[in-house]
């Protein structure tokens, strides 16, 4: 089983769409989690990080549920330029950061 | 403010081979960390550098290896080079000093290609 799993999708959505991407993580002494955004043969980029608490970005939701070692992401009102892969990044308290697979979104006419 | 810049951007490499990647981090940034990205795969966690150190490593055989140097910037070595080593090979920067809450930022890329 991998340490971060994540559904692979594809999710193709209208635009306009509201869409949610889920992860779970296996070790339970992660400290800090975040989305990156990963567009066709680009490196990685910070999307946002997850706060236990929840936190908003514009159209992008973040949730953490550490009892359930799981995070979310909600995209609303998806827009053409939101189609990439989302990945899901956990890191330990020694700095490790652990990937996800990734979801692939494409948001369509 | 240079980000992270990685060099050559693009290498094709034959089995059996050694290749040499290049790394240096965004100004400010102390710890250097590698990662290998398959097609359709997330970045898979090679190891970490700070103070010239290897601090973790991944779960990567003894052909890979790598360095950093006093200004920061580091090397991934790999020798005797397989197919299966083909992949995206990503740096990516911070300044965490051990603290996990700081956001990497990554380079982007060295596209290896083995044949």
Redesign the interface.
Known sequence: RKE?EQDPGPFNVPEGATVAFNCTYSNSAS??F?WYRQDCR?????LM?VYSSGNEDGRFTAQLNRASQYISLLIRDSKLSDSATY?CVV????????????TTLTVKP | DAGVTQSPTHLIKTRGQQVTLRCSPKSGHD?V?W?QQAL??????IF?YYEEEE??R?NFPDRFSGHQFPNYSSELNVNALLLGDSALY?C?S?S?R????????????SWLTVV
């Open positions: 971060v400290q800090s975040f680009k490196e990685p980029k910070l990080s990945l890191n330990t308290n020694a700095g490790k950061s652990t990937f996800g697979d990734g | 710890t960390s990662y359709g795969q997330g970045p898979q966690f970490q601090r973790q991944g990503l990516a911070s965490d051990g603290f996990s809450g700081n956001t990497i930022y990554f380079g982007e890329g």
